[in-house]
């Protein structure tokens, strides 16, 4: 099954859209908080539907080894297991294997490594990586791709995008079987009923590699995604500062995924409309002002920088929820401006605005 | 001024009553949540409010030591800074003082210690106690105490009970000339609009050391509390577990404090009408059910035993949140049922379930 995507409005390349999922809609271009291990690091469920989140993501790596994809499988999938009736997308697995799990090897069956954890000996293979997505009930699954590191060779970069361009169709054909499987198509009776597929770019930093892995990606699973560009939605994953996130939505991408508000948040880095604040300097001491005087989040309506800074120099933990809250509203208000600058038909002054926060 | 309370019913020994304050009424039988240092460790404010705790109490020694007492009535007291608008109990800093502080040394004068924090060399007098309770705008401040060693023998604890009394004179003598003197007297307009000093009953285990401390208390701060028992509240600091604080309140202690439900959530262990479950316990693993089938919190309204579980075993930051909001609503629950129970006239049944679950 295709993800069901419409585009409501351009501006310029930018496009206002909507994507349907088994679990209510997503506006896009879409910021998706990540739920690494089925929770937004401190945040309780009712206050990311206080922030109108209406996506988040789940890692498949992470919850593959804790609590293991069969546990949430029995339980009713992830949605149930977390309490989350909103959309919920899972990624491959490939970027967590390459990033955290020791002694990697690559063959053209898939990739075994160690857990980072305890570890024990794990194999993932396109086929595997669906098992576990379907398992876990995602809503829009995402293919198994090599992860490329950074500095690739054009060689290697090459070889990279043949092998992930292999899986992708190893993915398709299992995801085909086997989506059906997941847990919540025998309870739920909304549409879609089954999830989505979707295919990874690859490529390193070579333009061109990645234009030839976008297209022939589109070859592979053209079935489930049809082409790529123009009428898909496309996700840039793990991206990005909020400038960054505003350019990438002006570019016409609908989709993006970053740890960065939640893990700023934790370590006292708050994003706000004057820029980037580190909480814990000594001139917030006595700051008796909001956060962000301009952002209406629950954070700001309730406490003061001098608050704030006390809580994280105290090492208190409220001090990571609260200034995690502040971020993903940063985030999410962020988006919400990008889509009515676009529905207006004028990003320019939102571009101009981020890019002076830089 | 004394302390406004006001008994509306008894059980035998239990008094059902409420203390005025000038942030609102409390109802005894209360248990008082500890917010160490201006913060319910890992509950947001407005959670607290959810739940109707109505007072809540603050360390005067970790409140001096950080952010400063002095920083504190800058930005209008406690209450202001942490964005609080209901009752603060502060401690006299005695306890800490001698659990915390390294070196201390007691002399007539007071104590000096050094800060386990950074070393630094402090001394804390009474007067010194109120200067700081009265700078943080407390609404029931504490007598300067020293606090005898669980172990102390009867001539220790003769000699600590006696210096406590002098102690106590002392701190009734400033506290009288300096109460007005809180933040929030210049802006609140409740009634009272003083805070009210509250004496400490000392004399280690031993039962007639404690009675003539009770009695001899009451002599020296008689004009701020005139005599302790039966027609003023009576706060027992640092107790309990939930069968505990039911038998206190039974006996007729009106006022209770702990850091077990916070400490303990944080540490997986739940209270439950079931009795303590160690939530990171394996059986927990595919328990769907809540973690207390009788408990109407938002915790157990919305999150599974195996959820939790998953939450505590993956070190996840939200797992301390959600379990300190059950084990706090668990207490304040319980102390709803006391005052109910008296109310009926009957604890009968009350004492027997929850000694039950001991």
Chains 1, 2 share one sequence.
């Not at 560009?229 to 570019?251: C, F, L, N, S, T």
């Not at 609908?254 to 001139?283: Q, W, Y």
């Not at 200034?323 to 962020?334: E, G, P, V």
Request: proline letters at 4%.
């Amino acid at each position: 099954m295709t993800l069901p995507f419409k585009i409501e409005a351009q501006a310029g390349t930018a496009r206002l859209g909507c994507i349907q999922t088994a679990h209510g809609a997503v506006e896009t271009p879409a910021f998706m908080p990540v739920g690494t291990v089925g929770s937004v690091k401190a945040v309780p469920q009712d206050v990311l539907e206080e922030l109108d989140a209406h996506i988040i993501l789940g890692n498949t790596y992470h919850l593959y080894l804790r609590p293991g994809h069969e546990l949430v499988r029995s339980l009713g999938g992830l949605h149930k297991f977390m309490s989350w009736d909103r959309a919920l997308l899972t990624d491959s697995g490939g970027f967590q294997v390459f990033s955290l799990g020791d002694l990697t090897k690559v063959s053209e069956e898939g990739v075994t490594f160690r857990s980072h954890l305890d570890g024990t000996s794990h194999l993932f293979t396109p086929e595997r990586s669906m098992e576990i997505q379907i398992a876990l009930g995602s809503d829009i699954v995402m293919a198994f791709d090599e992860c490329t590191e950074h500095s690739a060779e054009r060689e290697r970069s090459r070889t990279s995008m043949e092998m992930t361009l292999r899986w992708a169709r190893r993915s398709k054909e299992y995801f085909d079987a086997h989506k059906h499987e997941v847990p919540w198509t025998q309870i739920a009776g909304s549409t879609p009923a089954t999830p989505a597929l979707s295919g990874i770019v690859q490529g390193g930093m070579y333009a061109d590699l990645r234009r030839e892995s976008a297209e022939r990606t589109v070859e592979m699973i053209a079935a489930a995604l049809e082409v790529l560009p123009k009428d898909k939605p496309r996700y840039v994953m793990g991206v990005g500062y909020p400038h960054e996130i505003v350019q990438y939505a002006a570019m016409g991408v609908d989709m993006m995924d970053c740890v960065l508000p939640t893990r700023a948040g934790r370590h006292g880095l708050l994003f706000t409309s004057e820029g980037r604040m580190n909480i814990k300097n000594a001139r917030f001491a006595q700051d008796q002002g909001p956060a962000d005087p301009k952002c209406s989040c629950k954070v700001c309506a309730r406490y003061s920088r001098a608050y704030l800074r006390h809580l994280f120099v105290a090492a208190e933990p409220l001090a990571g929820l609260l200034n995690t809250i502040h971020n993903l509203a940063f985030y999410l208000d962020t988006m919400r401006a990008v889509r009515h600058a676009i529905r207006l038909g004028d990003l320019s002054g939102l571009l101009s605005a981020s890019v002076s926060l830089a």
